[in-house]
């Protein structure tokens, strides 16, 4: 079995991946971090994974970006790997990030569902077939997400950019700005409300036609499925550093 720790449980999806793992028969859940310790689960909650009595195979990341960057020194220590769900890092942050898969296999993806691979697979190439169209990605999200624009906007400009020779700029704040916009540039919006799990469009458009290809979660299931199945592929690789795309 493979014994499984979840950082950030007490979170949506940390909560939903312990809810999965406990399901499955070839896991094991150790528990989880959370700032605040709790008993009153069918899992052990830490607020120091130094009080665990044993070390897990793997650990599903799920938290802020402090708290990934506070715990890899754990994960190096005993030889843990990681799969990396959290976004919104720094510069700074990533770049310890991948210092760290020098060490440890990691496992990092801005978006744990098959169909947003799918997806990012599907704009890069339609990028390449309409080169004049102007970029647009809209995303929204629950009212307690913390990081704007999401990590799975900016994973899917990535996708287009790099299948373009990284010719693109990323525009996040047209209110700053007071001129035309930029015939290379991506532009985001991003909305916030409710419980919304996730919505993702993107929008090429020319002067008598628009196209939209949009992806909406309907549950969180299918990224706490993602990262499990993450976890499995990664205590079984030998690369230290993947980044899913």
Avoid: W
């Avoid at 970029?135 to 999200?141: F, W």
């Amino acid at each position: 079995m493979l014994k499984t720790f979840i950082n950030g449980i007490s979170g949506k999806m940390g909560s939903e991946v312990a809810n999965l793992v406990l399901k499955k028969h070839d896991f094991q859940l150790l528990g989880g971090l959370n700032r605040f310790p709790c008993s009153d689960n069918s899992y052990p909650i830490f607020s120091d994974i130094n009080s665990l009595s044993e070390i897990p195979d793997v650990i599903i990341d799920f938290s802020a970006p402090e708290a990934t960057i506070s715990i890899l020194p754990y994960c190096i220590s005993n030889h843990v790997p990681i799969v990396i769900a959290t976004t919104g890092f720094s510069k700074e942050q990533q770049d310890i990030i991948k210092n760290t898969s020098l060490q440890i296999p990691i496992f990092q993806s801005s978006n744990m569902s098959y169909e947003i691979s799918l997806l990012s697979h599907i704009i890069s190439e339609l990028s390449q077939k309409l080169p004049e169209a102007d970029i647009e990605i809209v995303e929204t999200h629950h009212n307690q997400k913390k990081d704007s624009p999401s990590g799975t906007a900016l994973l899917l400009a990535d996708s287009i950019n790099h299948a373009n020779s990284d010719v693109y700029l990323y525009e996040l704040n047209r209110m700053q700005k007071q001129e035309k916009r930029n015939p290379k540039e991506i532009g985001f919006s991003s909305i916030r409300g409710g419980n919304i799990v996730g919505e993702h469009s993107v929008f090429f458009f020319n002067s008598n036609e628009t196209l939209e290809i949009k992806h909406t979660a309907h549950s969180r299931t299918v990224f706490a499925e993602g990262a499990i199945k993450a976890a499995k592929f990664l205590v079984l690789q030998k690369k230290r550093f993947i980044f899913y795309e």
